[in-house]
């Protein structure tokens, strides 16, 4: 294969989580007699409908224009990615779908479920409980509500989820996660091969592809990548950005387009979907259970301090020269927490800029403008130096 | 001058003008809630004076902490009562960075606390249900002080296994707050005793609910948004009073007294409602009552839970003192899944007789905003009962206009009656 042969599969793969492509496989699965179910949540266990037999895909909501037949339902002071979700179920686009399945990790995620439900379009909807603390009592609560669901798929579907399938799922999910984790690591590069918008179309490929198919495409570009230096003109300052329920990269690329370089995330659609590896030594409902109870959690769940000292853990390591918490409108355990995680990144020399985003980007002009002086800011800062650049 | 030293005069004033002119159609048992609230505040200023710690914490555990003699705080609870100075307090919390759309209880509530008007906590407990921002208010409470911060994890299911769950964190949370706080301890005889005055007031607020249901309604204006104080679980008074305040309907209802001349409607008003004003007054002016408030724990509180497993066995004796309390925290109508508030609310209209449902949605409440229009469908299908959703706020007048308001009352009334002519 020619290296443009090679940029061009890497380029499609780095699509595959934007509109029209984002449903491609999962309709292809379902032409082929194979039941998708769709997820509202990070918190769900993919594991257990894949072991199933089933495709687990990764609502995206719709990621143009503003959500119309939705409203009626959800409006639009609330957050808009479940507003997209609804949007794209109630114009046809998730008709493909056989079940969805949520969690109660907020107030609108579990409505959002309430209303599909609510709604009648898709036949199975399912709500797994998550437990929003740590604690050994709570892992097996959620052992509990990991069982439950994969009951309840079994019956539904008259399918059979075996022990041995289910952790067949586990490896094949920790390889995926294995491999990401190996992406990654070329992040810390002072020129990565791929812009900080780039890598989230990444992640959002693992998303919406099915397992295998994607680390077939990961493995085809992966030595390219490699050898690929970002087309971005400049990669200072490097910034994190934190954010929950990011599928767009429209607002990676706004930053990136002020003069920065996205060097690493804190995302449950990027570093936090892949963190962790399930235990495949012991059951897998409890492995499970393990797994995603002690992941980095969102600002729902009440270990704040463990939050921040992973992304100051994070800055270091990838020599972070300033974080960009983009909070979508409305996610109110975001948005609440955010003074904490300012002030604590702050007394660790971090320079941090908080800045409300929609689900698809809107409002960019201020955005940029605001980036632009917060990339003013750390050039002319006494935090310039924080984590050393190479 | 302190907050609750200002909630004080309020209630002082409160008494005397009872004493002094009482309402032809207000309750006369207001006089003795507004007696237990002063009280409350007085008792609760000198324990902060004397150094005593409290706990800022969720409904979750109010008469367990009562049960160990502690304070309790609830942010939003207080928030709920800034009043006139609404403003200065939301104001203090979006200085702080707190969402300028966020719940305007809570956010008044982080106003007080971050103006020094509340007692700094000596440990907080944070619970998931009912809802996101009053347990972050108690998780950045915990980060602002530096003290502890205990979770009780509640389940959407309301089940047997959802009970012990419960009780053990509950446990466990007796065990850490004994060991957090020196000199605290539980007492179990003192938890029974006051869940004895509970059962007492329970009763007597099945039977307000039952006489509630009166055609003409007993009661109308802000009497019928009125409650007893579960928090202070600890005043034989509050039970007193719920029984003073079933006297008063019964003898009304026995009568035929409708408190709103010429009753033409009865309307059931969900969630919260703007204290700025008084839209109470405004519609029993046009003829129709609102038999019935909804809040999360109305379906406990009055006995018409339909998703309580549990319904007579802490009165039978089948439950332990814990496993009464975990039942309280797991059957709220705002936990769960949206079905189970359908059913609650469902029920209230069937059994008060509702002509129509006004949806006041609090801004910043993603829980119950986004289960209006889902609550209204089941209604209009399952009751034929017209609904409208109205946005708005509790404390922040910029919200809603008064004048928007009443125009929208008045257009919906109009709905209602021609619907009721069908």
């Known amino acids: ?390 | 001058m302190r907050f609750w030293e200002d909630e004080i005069k309020k209630y002082e004033g409160r008494i005397e003008k009872i004493e002094h002119s009482p309402h032809p159609t207000k309750l006369g048992s207001n006089r003795l809630l507004y007696e237990i609230w002063r009280d409350y505040r007085r008792h609760s200023l000198a324990a902060w004076d004397a150094g005593e710690p409290f706990v800022y914490g969720r409904g979750v555990a109010f008469r367990i902490l009562k049960a160990m003699k502690l304070h309790e705080v609830s942010v939003g609870f207080e928030g709920d009562r800034a009043g006139k100075k609404a403003n200065h307090y939301l104001g203090a919390a979006r200085n702080l960075g707190y969402p300028d759309h966020g719940c305007d209880r809570i956010m008044a509530g982080l106003g007080m606390v971050f103006s020094g008007d509340l007692p700094k906590p000596a440990l907080t407990i944070t619970s998931n249900y009912p809802c996101d921002p009053e347990n972050q208010a108690s998780l950045i409470s915990s980060r602002a002080f530096g003290c502890p911060s205990i979770g009780v994890d509640i389940p959407a299911t309301t089940d047997d296994k959802a009970l012990k769950y419960v009780v053990s964190q509950l446990e466990d949370m007796i065990r850490q707050i004994e060991q957090y706080i020196p000199g605290i301890r539980y007492s179990e005889p003192r938890l029974i005793e006051y869940q004895g005055l509970w059962h007492r007031q329970h009763k007597a607020l099945k039977d307000i609910y039952r006489l509630k249901a009166a055609v003409p309604c007993p009661i109308a204006g802000s009497d019928s948004f009125r409650l007893p104080p579960f928090a202070i679980a600890d005043d034989p008074r509050v039970a007193q009073y719920a029984e003073m305040y079933r006297d008063e309907l019964a003898e009304r209802v026995s009568r035929g007294f409708g408190a709103v001349d010429g009753e033409r409607l009865r309307l059931a008003w969900l969630v919260s409602a703007p204290v700025y004003v008084d839209p109470w007054t405004f519609l029993a002016g046009k003829g129709v009552s609102v038999p019935f408030f909804e809040f999360g724990l109305a379906a406990y509180a009055f006995g018409f839970s339909q998703s309580d497993p549990w319904t007579g066995a802490s009165e039978r004796g089948e439950l332990s003192p814990l496993e009464e309390e975990a039942r309280a925290a797991l059957i709220n109508s705002w936990s769960g899944p949206a079905e189970r508030r359908v059913r609650d609310l469902l029920q209230a209209c069937r059994d008060l007789k509702i002509d129509g449902i006004v949806h006041y949605q609090l801004w910043g409440c993603p829980n119950l905003i986004s289960s209006s229009q889902m609550v209204a469908d089941r209604a209009r299908s399952e009751l034929g009962l017209p609904s409208i959703l109205i946005q708005g706020a509790a404390l922040d007048a910029e919200r809603l206009s008064w004048s928007e308001l009443q125009s929208k009352l008045t257009d919906f009334i109009e709905v209602c009656l021609a619907n009721k002519k069908r």
């Not at chain 1, 090679?6 to 039941?35: F, M, V, Y």
């Not at chain 1, 399918?159 to 067949?168: E, N, T, V, W």
């Not at chain 1, 812009?195 to 680390?215: D, H, I, R, Y």
């Not at chain 1, 300052?237 to 429209?250: A, I, Q, T």
């Open chain 1, 1 to 390: 294969m020619t290296m443009v042969d090679t940029e061009q599969q890497l380029a499609s793969l780095l699509q595959a989580g934007a509109e029209p492509n984002n449903t491609k496989w999962a309709r292809e699965w379902k032409k082929r007699g194979g039941k998708v179910i769709g997820l509202l949540c990070s918190y769900v266990p993919e594991e257990v409908i894949h072991a199933a037999g089933m495709l687990p895909y990764h609502i995206t909501g719709t990621l143009h224009g503003q959500p119309k037949e939705s409203l009626l339902y959800w409006p639009s002071n609330v957050e808009q990615y479940y507003a997209h979700a609804l949007e794209s179920l109630l114009t046809g686009g998730l008709d493909f779908l056989d079940g969805v399945v949520c969690t109660d990790s907020t107030d609108a995620s579990r409505r959002c479920l309430d209303v599909w439900r609510h709604i009648g379009k898709t036949p199975y909807c399912y709500m797994l409980h998550v437990p929003y603390r740590r604690a050994e009592v709570v892992n097996q609560e959620f052992a509990g509500e990991v069982a439950s669901f994969r009951d309840s798929l079994q019956s539904h579907f008259s399918a059979r989820i075996a022990d041995d399938a289910l952790l067949a799922s586990i490896r094949l999910h920790n390889r995926m996660r294995a491999e990401m984790a190996k992406v990654y690591d070329v992040r810390k590069l002072e020129t990565p091969p791929l812009s900080g918008a780039e890598f989230l179309g990444l992640t959002t490929a693992a998303l919406v592809m099915p397992k295998e198919t994607f680390l077939k495409e990961l493995a085809e570009v992966f030595r390219y990548l490699a050898q690929r230096k970002t087309s971005l003109p400049v990669v200072t300052p490097r910034l994190m950005v934190s954010s929950d329920r990011l599928f767009h990269p429209g607002y990676l690329e706004a930053i990136e387009s002020q003069g920065a370089l996205v060097a690493m995330d804190d995302l449950d659609t990027g570093s936090r979907y892949f963190e962790q590896l399930g235990d495949t030594d012991s059951d897998p409902i409890e492995s499970l259970a393990r797994r995603y109870m002690g992941r980095p959690g969102t600002p729902r769940m009440e270990d704040w301090d463990r939050q921040i000292d992973r992304m100051i853990a994070l800055a270091r390591e990838y020599r972070i020269d300033g974080i960009i918490n983009l909070p979508q409108e409305f996610d109110y355990p975001r948005h609440f927490a955010s003074p904490y995680f300012r002030q604590r990144l702050q007394q660790e020399g971090i320079p941090v800029f908080m800045v409300s985003r929609d689900h698809i980007p809107a409002h960019i002009g201020p955005l940029r403008t605001r980036v632009g002086a917060f990339i003013e800011m750390i050039e002319a800062g006494d935090n310039k130096s924080f984590g050393g650049r190479a």
